[in-house]
C-alpha cells in the first residue's frame, strides 16, 4: 500500500515536475518577445500609441491594451480597438499562448492571419471588425481548432471562399459575424453543429442557396440570423 502510494506520488511529481519545466520555457519574457514583434509590424502608428507606451522599461503588464493574468502574470488580452494602426499581424503573435481576447477591430490590419495564431488553444474572444484581412477561409482551417472561441468578429475584412465546414466545429461559438466579406457558396448543413450559436451575421456577401433546415431545428439558441 505505502509503496503504491510512494509511486503515485513520485508518477505525480513527475507529470508536475515536467509541466513546471514546460512553463519555465515560455514565461512573461516570451510574451514581451512576441508582443514587441507585434508592434514591429505595425507600420503606422500616427498617435504614437505603441511607440511612446509599449517600453522595455515597464512590464508588458502595464502597456496599453494588454491585460495580465492575476494569478499566472502571462498576456491574457490583447485589446487595441479603434486607434489608427495599420500593419500585418506577426507570426510571433501565436506565442502568446495564455491569450483569451484578441481586439484589433477598426483600424487597418491587412494580409492574411498568421497560421501560428493557431497555437492560440484559449481564445475566447476575436474581433477583426472592419480590418482588412484577406484569404480564403478554407485555407483558414485551424480556426475550427480553437475548442474554447465564443465570439468570433470577421466582420468587414476581405475574406473570399466558402464558409467551409471547420468554423462549424467549434462548438462553443457564440456568435458569428462573417458579414460584409466576399464569401460565396451556401451555408453548410454542418452549421447545424453550432448548437450554442445566438447571433449568426452573413449579411453582404454572395451567398447562394437555400437555407439549411438543420439552422431551425438544431439551433436551438439563435437568437439573431442576418442574411441580407
Ligand atoms: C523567462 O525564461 C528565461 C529563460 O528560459 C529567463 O532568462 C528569463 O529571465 C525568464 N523571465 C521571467 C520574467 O521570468
Ligand atoms: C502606458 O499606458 C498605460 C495605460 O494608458 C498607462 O497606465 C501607463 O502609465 C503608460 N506607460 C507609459 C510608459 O507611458
Ligand atoms: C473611433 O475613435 C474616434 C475618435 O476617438 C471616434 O470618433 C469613433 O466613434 C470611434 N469609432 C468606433 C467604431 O469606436
Ligand atoms: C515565437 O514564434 C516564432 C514564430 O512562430 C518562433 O520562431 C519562435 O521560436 C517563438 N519563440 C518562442 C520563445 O516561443
Ligand atoms: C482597407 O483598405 C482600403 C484600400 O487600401 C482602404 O480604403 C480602407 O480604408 C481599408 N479599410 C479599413 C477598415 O482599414
Ligand atoms: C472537427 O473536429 C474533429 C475532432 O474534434 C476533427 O477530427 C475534424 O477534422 C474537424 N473538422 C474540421 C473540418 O475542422
Ligand atoms: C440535427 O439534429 C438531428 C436530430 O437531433 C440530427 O439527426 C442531425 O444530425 C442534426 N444535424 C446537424 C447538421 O447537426
Known sequence: MEKTSFLIAA????????S?????ITNLTTDQSA?????????LDPYN????????????CNWVGITCGVLLQRVTSLILSNMSLTGSLSPHLGNLSFLSSLDISFNDFHGQIPDESSHLHRLKRVNFEYSNFTGDLNSYSWFGNLPELQYFILYNNGF?????SSLCNISNLEALYLGHNY???SIPDEIGKLSNLKILNLESNQITGSIPSAMFFNMSSLQSIALT
Do not use: M, P
Open 35 to 43: 508582443l514587441l514583434s507585434f508592434k514591429s509590424y505595425i507600420t
Open 183 to 185: 464569401l460565396q457558396g
Open 49 to 60: 500609441v505603441l511607440a511612446d507606451n509599449w517600453s522595455t522599461s515597464t512590464s508588458v
Open 11 to 18: 508518477v505525480v511529481l513527475l507529470v508536475l515536475n515536467h
Open 20 to 24: 513546471i519545466f514546460s512553463s519555465a
Open 160 to 164: 473570399r471562399g466558402t464558409i467551409g
